[in-house]
T-cell receptor, first 112, second 114 residues
């Protein structure tokens, strides 16, 4: 069956370091993959979209990679700040480019 | 300001008492959907709507109803709420159902059924 896996354990890092979050998927062949940020009790907010033919996408301190062979996306936050503390969700198309499916998210804590 | 507005933000109700959670978007989006979010399970789609008068079941539709009479509004109805529907609910909209488009989410409705 189709599955999206994000590390359920929280990631704790020191301010200034690079945070790397992982999104693995099985039995999908997504054409698009999105990353969202969610603060406690709030709705997710879109951050980045990467297409299957793009290996890497950047936006300010954020970088996303998409490896369709490994079936994995990595989400990096460089020079992390306490304000980056949140849950990060990956989302991919469930097939044919339609119906976005969300992962459960990984909680990131950045310590000052 | 582009936004999706849900009401109420918090709701405590008793088993069996019908309730409606409203959702409205001001971006003229065609696609709207409802999700519930439970710890460890992520966002699960309840119902979605491709356009006015077009609705369909998501992954967990049991116990819920929706309607889409106007493009901007997509209310979620619980005819007879049960405790297992206690959850955090989100309404979302996007230009279309295609995954190339980002989803805009409402602030969430935390529902407790006792």
């Amino acid at each position: 069956s189709q599955k999206i896996e994000q590390n359920s354990e929280a990631l704790n890092i020191q301010e200034g370091k690079t945070a790397t979050l992982t999104c693995n998927y099985t039995n999908y062949s997504p054409a698009y993959l999105q990353w969202y940020r969610q603060d406690p009790g709030r709705g997710p907010v879109f951050l980045l979209l990467i297409r299957e033919n793009e290996k890497e996408k950047r936006k300010e301190r954020l970088k996303v990679t998409f490896d369709t062979t490994l079936k994995q996306s990595l989400f990096h936050i460089t020079a992390s700040q306490p304000a980056d503390s949140a849950t990060y969700l990956c989302a991919l198309d469930g097939g044919g480019g339609f119906k976005t499916i969300f992962g459960a998210g990984t909680r990131l804590f950045v310590k000052a | 300001e582009a936004q999706v507005t849900q009401n109420p933000r918090y709701l405590i109700t008793v088993t069996g008492k019908k309730l409606t959670v409203t959702c409205s978007q001001n971006m003229n989006h065609e696609y709207m959907s409802w999700y519930r979010q439970d710890p460890g399970l992520g966002l699960r789609q309840i119902y979605y709507s491709m356009n006015v008068e077009v609705t369909d079941k998501g992954d967990v539709p049991e116990g819920y109803k929706v309607s889409r009479k106007e493009k901007r509004n997509f209310p979620l109805i619980l005819e007879s709420p049960s405790p297992n529907q206690t959850s955090l609910y989100f309404c979302a909209s996007s230009l279309s159902s295609h995954s190339i488009y980002e989803a805009f989410f409402g602030q969430g409705t935390r529902l407790t059924v006792v």
